[in-house]
C-alpha cells in the first residue's frame, strides 16, 4: 500500500504551519468578523486577496481543515460546507445552470438523489445510468452535457463505479468529472487517481469518524481545465485557472446558500481526522472477517461486499483501493427472520443511521433510508425486507462477529 506520509502530514500540518506558543493545533476562531487596522488591506481582502472577512466565507479554523483535505485528496484547494449535502448543493447550484445536462450515476446516496429531483424542477436535465458500466455514461451524452457525476461504493449494495473509464472519458471529452468520495474516502484512493476534476467529501462520515461533527468538502484535484467550462461567471474568470471553479463555488456557494461550517466543528473533524487511516485499517478489516463470517452463515441469504471474490466489482475494488474494501456491508437475512427481533437481539451493533463511525452500526433498509420509495420501487431496485446496511466500526474483531451469531442463533429456520 503506497499511502506512505499521508498519517504523518496530517498530524504535523497545524504545528508546521506555524501556531503561537508551540501549540500543536491550530486554535479555534470563533470570531465572527474580523478586522483591520488598514482599510486599503480591509479593501483587498474584499477584492480577492487571501484574507478573512465574515465568517460564513471561512475562518482560520475552517482554513486549517480545508488544508487537511487537500492533502488528504492531494489536491490544490478545498472549500469547507455544514454538511456533505451542503457541499453537494453548492457544486451544483454554483456550476449548473438552466438548460445545462448532468448525467448521474443512479446508485447515489438517497439525499442526493432527492438533490437531483430539485435541480430538475430548475430547469436542469439529469440522466441516472449505471455507472458501474462506462459504455452507460457515454450513451447519456447529449451537446448539454456539463457534469458527470458518481459516488465510489453505493451505499447499501456496495456496487462501484467503474471510476477509472469514467474519468478516462471524462478527460477526451473535457467533461467535468465530479466524485463523491465519501464511502471509500481519499485514504483508500484520493478522487484524483480517477480523473475527477472535483473531489467531495462528507466529513461527517469516516473523516471525522466520532459522530459528533456534520461537514462536507469540496476538493478541486487541479485536474480540470476551467477554461473550458462554460458557466464560470465572468468576475471569477481572472487569475490562474486552476482556481475559477474553486473560487465560484465558494463565493457564490458559501455567500448565496449560507451553509458555513462552524469554527468548533471544523476543530472536532480535524482532530477526527488525524485517524483516518488507523481507524480504516481496522473497519475494514472487521467489515471483511465480518462479511466472510455471515456469507457462511446458513440464515443469511446474500452478502454484498466488495471483499468477497463474489462481488461483481471485487477485482475493479482490489486494482483501485489496494486490497480494502470499505467499511459498508449489506446482508439479506432469511425470510424466516423477522428483521426487528432480530435487531433488538444485537448488543454491540448499534441500531442507528450514520456511517463511518468509529461504532459499528445497523440499519433494515427497506423500512428506513428506502421505506419512502414504497414496495414497487424497492422490489425494482432488488432491495429485500429483510436487507440490513450495517456500517461496520473499530471494535474488537470478535465481538462484531460474536454479536451477529449470537443474534442470529435465537432463531430457528423453518
Ligand atoms: C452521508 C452522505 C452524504 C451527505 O453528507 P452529510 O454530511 O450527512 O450531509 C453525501 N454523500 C454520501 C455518499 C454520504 O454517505
Not at 482554513?63 to 469547507?80: D, I, N, P, W, Y
Not at 459516488?151 to 471510476?163: G, K
Not at 484535484?221 to 487569475?239: M, N, Q
Not at 456491508?329 to 427472520?337: C, G, K, Q, R, T
Request: glycine share 8%; charged share 15%; hydrophobic share 40%.
Amino acid at each position: 500500500m503506497k499511502k506512505n506520509g499521508f498519517t504523518t502530514a496530517l498530524l504535523h500540518a497545524d504545528r508546521r504551519a506555524g501556531v503561537e506558543y508551540g501549540a500543536v493545533h491550530q486554535p479555534l476562531h470563533p470570531s465572527s468578523e474580523y478586522a483591520f487596522t488598514d482599510a486599503r488591506e480591509l479593501a483587498a481582502v474584499f477584492q480577492g486577496k487571501p484574507g478573512f472577512s465574515y465568517a460564513r466565507q471561512g475562518t482560520p479554523t475552517t482554513a486549517a481543515l480545508e488544508r487537511k483535505v487537500t492533502h488528504m485528496e492531494q489536491g490544490t484547494g478545498s472549500v469547507s460546507f455544514a454538511s456533505g449535502m451542503a457541499a453537494i448543493t453548492a457544486t451544483f447550484f454554483t456550476l449548473l445552470r438552466q438548460g445545462d445536462h448532468l448525467i448521474s450515476s443512479k446508485y447515489i446516496f438517497g439525499n442526493t438523489n432527492s438533490l437531483l429531483g430539485t435541480l430538475q424542477q430548475l430547469g436542469v436535465e439529469v440522466t441516472l445510468v449505471d455507472a458501474t458500466d462506462v459504455e452507460q455514461v457515454k450513451a447519456a451524452w447529449q451537446p448539454n452535457t456539463r457534469m458527470v457525476f458518481s459516488e465510489t461504493f453505493a451505499n447499501p449494495s456496495t456496487l462501484l463505479a467503474d471510476l477509472q473509464g469514467i474519468g478516462d472519458w471524462c478527460e477526451e471529452q473535457k467533461l467535468l468529472f465530479v466524485i463523491d468520495n465519501t464511502l471509500s474516502t481519499p485514504w483508500l484512493a484520493p478522487a484524483k487517481n480517477f480523473k475527477a476534476g472535483l473531489s467531495i467529501n462528507s466529513l461527517s462520515k469516516a473523516i471525522g469518524g466520532h459522530g459528533h461533527a456534520l461537514g462536507g468538502m469540496v476538493t478541486d484535484t487541479g485536474l480540470y481545465d476551467w477554461t473550458a467550462y462554460p458557466a464560470i461567471f465572468e468576475g471569477y474568470r481572472t487569475g490562474n485557472p486552476q482556481g475559477w471553479g474553486l473560487t465560484q463555488i465558494k463565493k457564490k456557494g458559501l455567500r448565496d446558500m449560507g451553509a458555513a461550517m462552524a469554527s468548533d466543528t471544523a476543530h472536532r473533524l480535524a482532530i477526527g481526522s488525524e485517524t483516518l487511516s488507523l481507524r480504516l485499517k481496522q473497519s475494514c478489516h472487521n467489515a471483511l472477517s465480518l462479511a466472510q463470517y455471515l456469507d457462511q452463515h446458513p440464515a443469511v441469504v446474500e452478502v454484498n461486499y466488495p471483499g468477497l471474490s463474489q462481488h461483481p466489482q471485487h477485482q475493479r475494488a482490489t486494482e483501485y483501493f489496494g486490497g480494502l474494501y470499505g467499511a459498508l456491508v449489506n446482508v439479506e437475512l432469511h425470510a424466516d427472520i423477522d428483521v426487528f427481533d432480530f435487531l433488538n437481539q444485537l448488543e454491540v451493533f448499534v441500531l442507528s443511521t450514520h456511517l463511518g463511525d468509529n461504532r459499528s452500526l445497523v440499519l433494515p433498509v427497506a423500512h428506513t433510508i428506502y421505506y419512502e420509495m414504497g414496495a414497487e420501487q424497492r422490489a425494482l431496485m432488488g432491495i429485500a425486507d429483510n436487507s440490513l446496511r450495517i456500517s461496520v466500526g473499530i471494535e474488537d474483531t470478535e465481538d462484531l462477529i460474536q454479536d451477529f451469531a449470537q443474534a442470529l442463533a435465537s432463531f430457528t429456520l423453518k
